[in-house]
C-alpha cells in the first residue's frame, strides 16, 4: 500500500466513528471543514502543513500496520514487509546536536526486519525525523543507506552535517562554481531552503545514497 493509500484509507474509517472529525480536527490543530475536505477527495492537494498535522495527531494509529518498503527508484512498488525470511539492520538516529561522527561510532536507536534483497541493498538504515523529505520520505520513516555507491547527481544521499548530524538531502550539482547543492523535497523552501556546500568539502560528509525507504514499521 502506498504512503498516501494507507493515508486516507485510515482517515476514512476513522471518519465513520460518530463525532470523531470534530474532537480529531480539534486535536491536530486544524478546521473541521479543512479534514472533511481532505476525506472526501474535494481537496486535490493537501497542504503540507495540514497532512503533517494529521499525521502528528495519529500518531501510533498511523504506524500501527503493517510496515511498507519501497526502493527509491522510478516507478519501483511499495511493497508490504510481512512473511518468512526477514532479516535484521540496525537503525541509526538522523539527527543529533555536537560534531558529525560516523556511523560506526553510534549506537544503533532500533532495529527493522526487511526482505534480504533489500537488505543487500543497504548496509545501514537510518531514522528520519522530520518534515524536510516529506512527501517522498515521511516523517519517522526508515531508509536504507548504501555508503559505497558511486555518486549520480540530484539522487538522494545522507550527509553528516556538523552541528545537526546526519541529514537526508537531494543532492546537486553546480558546475560552474565547483559546488554541490543540498536540497529538500518539502515545497516550503522557506521552513526548508537549500544549502551549498564547496565539492570538495562535501564529499568528505557524505554517508552514502539512500536506496530505499520503510515507513508503518
Request: charged share 25%; no cysteine; hydrophobic share 40%.
Amino acid at each position: 500500500m502506498s504512503f498516501s493509500n494507507h493515508f486516507y484509507e485510515i482517515l476514512r474509517t476513522k471518519s465513520e466513528e460518530r463525532g470523531w472529525q470534530s474532537a480529531f480536527a480539534k486535536k491536530a490543530g486544524i478546521s473541521q471543514s479543512t479534514l472533511s475536505k481532505i476525506i472526501s477527495g474535494e481537496t486535490k492537494a493537501p497542504e503540507m502543513e495540514s497532512i503533517s498535522a494529521i499525521i502528528d495527531a495519529l500518531d501510533e494509529e498511523f504506524y500501527s500496520s503493517l510496515p511498507v518498503i519501497r526502493r527509491l527508484s522510478s516507478n519501483a512498488p511499495a511493497e508490504t514487509v510481512e512473511g518468512d525470511g526477514l532479516q535484521q539492520l540496525s537503525v541509526y538516529d538522523v539527527a543529533g546536536a555536537g560534531p558529525a561522527v560516523e556511523v560506526s561510532e553510534m549506537m544503533p536507536l532500533f532495529t527493522v526486519f526487511a526482505p534480504p534483497d533489500y537488505l543487500r541493498r543497504a548496509h545501514f538504515a537510518i531514522l528520519v525525523d522530520g518534515h524536510s523529505m516529506e512527501p517522498l520520505i515521511p516523517h519517522h520513516s526508515v531508509v536504507g543507506i548504501k555508503p559505497d555507491a558511486p555518486f549520480i547527481a540530484n539522487e538522494l544521499y545522507a550527509a553528516r552535517i556538523p552541528y545537526e548530524g546526519l541529514v537526508i538531502k537531494r543532492v546537486g550539482v553546480d558546475r560552474a562554481t565547483g559546488e554541490f547543492i543540498f536540497k529538500s523535497e518539502n515545497p516550503n523552501k522557506e521552513a526548508y531552503p537549500d544549502f551549498r556546500l564547496h565539492i570538495a568539502e562535501a564529499e568528505e560528509i557524505i554517508a552514502g545514497r539512500v536506496v530505499w525507504v520503510m515507513w508503518g514499521y
